[in-house]
């Protein structure tokens, strides 16, 4: 590593030890999509502009938009830290790794000086529009009708699962610009959308935690400009699928930051070390040690395919297999780690948020449930394992 | 707590290794296709000397030995794509049995040991290890003894390949340790060799009673317990190489019927009921594969460190299950056919049964990795 690199890690290092907030006496989100309170809220906002005036945000970015014109490196490292240091997330995940980079990528002059900045500052909190009630992950089928009117589009229809739809002042949606195409995905059209337009409205859904973070977002005769088209109609599902590619990374274009809280073995194991089972220490039950050992493996493997993923040579037989896996299997581990360290906490683990005997302030039960909404969300597992069927082993579909 | 402990991810693949998977897939797919695989199973030594000789002079067996003995000095970690291939065919010989032994000369022999053996190694003499006398690989003790005046006495279990041996390294206890010592096949008496019925019919592997065998003092390997220790976990770490790929053929023969078969007018590999456990298939050979190559990687020729252990027993837990998993289902999604002798999946599944048990098993393993993991 270079010596400007190895001096912005010490510098982050530091700068960290003097800024990571005090516990704010309430609980903050494990993922952006648990931002369910006005003062989480508040907290998580003042917090993304710290990290941006200090420098630490869209360091890749160009300057003129807020960012620093530095290289995917320098904000790579000031992630691992503050990952490692396990400081609050980044929370406006829509905007940085979404809609910023397709701005900054495909957007006119116009686009990237009017939303670029906001994004970055916490300012204008993004959200996003593409899944719809009834039909859960397949954006094909999205019925939510944008028509030309002048020089507005009139949208009608609803979207469910808009993170922080309540808070967000745009919207990147996708909608239907065109019902009679000759395959269902060229009717679709993509817009930067803003929130406070008239006929548009949400409801907040309340998640089995208890906690909020979605909103149900319905479009009523809501007329937004015409000039929030993205792109031309019928380019929607392009720019969407485009859309996805950004989020891997500031590489791939992403501000940065951390959006989520890693939450792993060692966290579990850590958690594990102070319980009992039958008298004796829980971890030195041998039952309980062959589940963990099992959990490290699998942990590990998923490690390790990163690594090998860029080594073509030793995926030669299914080329597309690992990378088209991911997310079953990090997600499906996942929830069963986390469904796992309840099950070890013993009747402590019967406890709840809000309760004082819920170790670590019902951390685990927290992490556990919402992780449903990583095996849910972005495509089922059950869908992914259908993806990965067909398009790596190639088997019939349905 | 694990969080150094398994912080070792590396994988490293150099394009010599790459050229070297290259041609054993080429090599082991055309000398070893299902009809030669089956066409020795009743063989007497379940291989063909014509296809050794061809290993030999493709120089595989000089692989892991360095240049001064006659190898090409690549490291034990280049064995590891040759033995995914093997198992990826089937292709059984004394490959895995003669690398392990020449490992353990390497690594725990006395100069002469190595300038003798490992020169004839390279050639094609073939070798094997003689550790077992119980069915359990976490026995820290064998009941064969090496007495004061250097006669051997005891049998061991399930020695592989001994029948074509020029060599055993063999386990016994001498003076209160455990040491490793090198027994010629010339050294046997006529009734040594007692061959056993092995559930993997591609396999062969022999009881063997070395009692009366007389040794000079030299037979003793000088650096046996370091040599004892790093041999078990190669041996892990290649007959998880081995059911790696004998695991993503075991996915191929039934990725094959599934886009064939057509059961109530569908073809079967369109029901999730039969789609999603075949993924589960391929991702628990897809781990398995990561783990032979992090262990590739981690294993020197040095004695073992920690990561390296970490990564032999990973390796072998995780390909152990993944073959035992693809073995198991590959046989029930065959339905009928599956249940017949002529259905290749059993061949799969006999290779599952076998391999769990070469250098020990998944929950041997386990126990292991909590110790060095947990504690």
């Known amino acids: 590593m270079s010596n400007e690199l190895q001096e912005l890690r010490a510098e982050v290092v530091d700068w960290i030890k003097h800024n990571k907030p005090a516990d704010p006496g309430f609980l903050l989100p494990q993922t952006f999509m648990e931002v369910g309170s006005e003062r989480v809220l508040d907290f998580l906002r003042e917090w993304q502009h710290k990290v941006w005036s200090s420098g630490y945000l869209g360091m890749a970015w160009p300057e003129q938009y807020g960012g620093r014109g530095l290289s995917p490196d320098h904000q790579n490292i000031v992630d691992a830290e503050m990952k490692l240091a396990r400081v609050p997330i980044c929370f406006n995940v829509i905007g940085l790794g979404w809609a910023g980079p397709l701005i900054l990528d495909k957007g006119t002059d116009y686009e990237r000086e009017k939303y670029l900045k906001g994004i970055l500052n916490a300012e204008d909190i993004w959200c996003q529009g593409f899944s719809e009630p009834n039909h859960g992950s397949d954006l094909g089928s999205i019925q939510t009708k944008a028509e030309r009117d002048g020089s507005d ?197 019967s406890f709840y948020v809000g309760d004082d005997d819920a170790i670590d302030g019902g951390f685990w039960q927290r992490a556990y449930m919402n992780n449903f909404s990583t095996t849910i969300g972005g495509g089922t597992s059950q869908v992914q394992a259908n993806i990965v069927g067909e398009h790596v082993l190639g088997l019939p579909k349905d | 707590m694990t969080n150094n402990r398994t912080q070792n991810t590396a994988i490293a693949f150099s394009d010599e290794q790459a050229m070297i998977l290259e041609s054993a897939k080429g090599f082991c797919r055309d000398r070893s296709d299902i009809t030669a695989v089956r066409s020795l199973l009743n063989s007497d030594n379940g291989y063909s000397g014509d296809i050794w000789a061809e290993m030999v002079a493709l120089g595989w067996t000089g692989i892991a030995i360095p240049e001064q003995y006659g190898g090409s000095e690549l490291g034990i970690g280049s064995t590891v794509p040759l033995v995914e291939s093997m198992g990826r065919h089937l292709l059984s010989t004394p490959y895995i049995s003669t690398t392990l032994a020449s490992q353990a000369l390497l690594r725990g022999g006395s100069e002469q040991h190595k300038a003798h053996w490992l020169p004839l190694v390279a050639e094609g003499s073939i070798g094997t290890m003689a550790l077992l006398d119980s069915e359990d690989w976490g026995a820290t003790s064998t009941s064969c003894n090496l007495s004061a005046d250097l006669e051997l006495q005891g049998t061991k279990l399930l020695v592989n390949d001994a029948a074509v041996a020029d060599f055993f390294i063999v386990s016994a206890n001498h003076q209160g340790a455990q040491v490793l010592v090198l027994v010629t096949a010339d050294q046997l008496s006529s009734e040594a060799l007692s061959k056993k019925v092995l559930i993997d019919e591609t396999k062969r592997a022999c009881s063997v009673n070395f009692s009366g065998v007389k040794l000079r003092a030299d037979a003793i390997l000088p650096n046996s317990e370091a040599a004892l220790r790093d041999s078990k976990l190669i041996g892990a770490l290649l007959t998880a190489a081995e059911a790696t790929g004998s695991t993503a053929a075991a996915l191929d023969v039934v990725v094959a019927y599934l886009t064939s078969r057509i059961q109530f007018g569908r073809l079967i590999g369109s029901y999730q009921s039969l789609k999603h456990p075949t993924v589960e298939m391929l991702i628990g050979m897809d781990s398995a594969r990561s783990f032979i190559y992090h262990a590739a990687t981690v294993v020197g020729d040095e004695h073992l460190d920690q990561d390296a252990e970490i990564a032999c027993r990973m390796a072998k837990a995780q390909a152990t299950d993944a073959l035992l998993f693809a073995g198991d289902r590959g046989i029930q999604f065959h339905g009928g056919m599956g249940f017949t002798y002529e259905c290749d999946a059993q061949l799969y599944l006999r290779r599952a049964l076998w391999v769990q048990h070469q250098y020990g098993d998944a929950q041997h393993h386990r126990l292991h990795l909590a110790n060095l993991l947990l504690d």
């Open chain 1, 153 to 349: 589009y009139v949208v009608n229809g609803s979207k469910i699962w808009t993170t922080m739809g309540n808070y967000a002042k745009y919207m990147i949606l996708l909608a239907r610009t065109a019902s009679q195409t000759e395959r269902k995905y060229n009717g679709l059209s993509f817009f930067l959308a803003p929130m406070d337009a008239e006929g548009i409205s949400t409801q907040p859904i309340k998640k089995l935690t208890g906690e909020y973070g979605f909103t149900e977002t319905f479009f009523t005769d809501a007329r937004i400009p015409a000039d929030c088209l993205m792109g031309e109609e019928g380019q929607g599902w392009r720019i969407a699928m485009q859309t996805l590619q950004y989020e891997r990374g500031a590489e791939a274009g992403a501000a940065g930051g951390i959006s989520i809280l890693s939450i792993v073995m060692n966290d579990l194991l850590n958690m594990a070390k102070d319980l009992e089972r039958e008298g004796q220490p829980l971890l030195k039950d041998p039952v309980t040690r062959e589940n963990l050992v099992k959990f490290l493996i699998e942990e590990k493997a998923l490690t390790l395919a990163n690594k090998r993923i860029a080594i073509p040579a030793l995926c030669a037989d299914y080329p597309n297999s690992l990378s088209l896996s991911g997310k079953l299997r990090s997600t499906e581990f996942y929830r069963r780690m986390r469904q796992y360290a309840l099950t070890l906490q013993g009747t402590q683990g």
